[in-house]
């Protein structure tokens, strides 16, 4: 681990998280609220790459049982094949959201998952 780089056992993706809530900010201050969240989305990529970040949009992840597709997921990012970025837009957190990041992350077998708020007065996450 690099000199500069953080390191908290508590923190799954220290620096990557830091990286992708640079991205989700910088959307937020120069969009603000009000946008439809495909906008939202649009910018976000066009962030993760001038990150130098690698990342799908629109993730497309079968839900399976016993062998057999029973149902599809589409994730709006997925980034560096590690973290799941859903975006939301409204005023307060949804436990369907929640719970639906949480499908997300165990259908895709994954450890971590951003759920990005565009707020009225904020960007939460």
């Not at 993706?13 to 201050?29: A, K």
């Amino acid at each position: 681990m690099g000199k500069n780089q953080l390191h908290r056992p508590d923190i799954v993706y220290p620096e990557l998280s830091y990286q992708i809530i640079g991205v989700t900010f910088d959307v937020f201050n120069e969009l603000g609220y009000g946008q439809k969240e495909i906008s939202y989305q649009k910018a976000m990529a066009i962030g993760f790459s001038k990150a130098g970040l690698k990342f799908q949009e629109q993730v497309y992840y079968p839900v399976a049982y016993r062998d057999r597709q029973v149902g599809k997921n589409y994730f709006d990012f997925l980034v560096e094949g590690k973290v799941i970025v859903e975006i939301k837009k409204g005023d307060r957190f949804a436990k369907s959201h929640i719970d639906q990041l949480y499908r997300y992350l165990v259908t895709a077998d994954l450890r971590l998952g951003l759920l990005v708020y565009f707020a009225p007065k904020k960007c939460t996450l």
